[in-house]
């Protein structure tokens, strides 16, 4: 068992940035891929960024790519995700998963399918 808590949302104007945070505890070694999904209202919940145990290999949503950086510390369990540039539409609420699958193609690790534990979620709204 992984138990999963987010923090560090809020609300903001557009072109800010937030740092999310979230931290693990438990069966934390089982980890093998940590990644951040959003949903907004209405809409499915949507891969954002996720990043191997080891910190070598980060993925990124093209929504993202060039305005996040997923980053990991093993010492304090925790992975943050630092979005930039912030738009409207990046308001949803963020949650964090943990999966234990080593998959070959990290296509994958885009589908909330393969993880295992879930945060409760931050709420980020962004307002222009």
């Known amino acids: 068992q992984v138990q999963l808590v987010e923090s560090g949302g809020g609300s903001v104007r557009t072109g800010s940035s937030l740092r999310l945070s979230c931290t693990a505890s438990g069966d934390v070694f089982s980890a093998y891929v940590t990644a951040w999904f959003r949903q907004a209202p209405g809409k499915q919940r949507e891969f954002v960024a996720a990043i191997k145990w080891n910190g070598e290999t980060s993925y990124y949503a093209e929504s993202v790519k060039g305005r996040g950086t997923i980053s990991r510390d093993n010492a304090k369990n925790t992975v943050d995700l630092l979005v930039s540039s912030l738009k409207p539409e990046d308001t949803a609420v963020y949650h964090c998963?943990?999966?234990?699958?080593?998959?070959?193609?990290?296509?994958?690790?885009?589908?909330?399918?393969?993880?295992?534990?879930w945060g409760q979620g931050t709420q980020v709204t962004v307002s222009s």
């Open positions: 998963a943990v999966s234990n699958l080593r998959a070959a193609n990290s296509i994958y690790y885009e589908s909330p399918t393969v993880y295992a534990y």
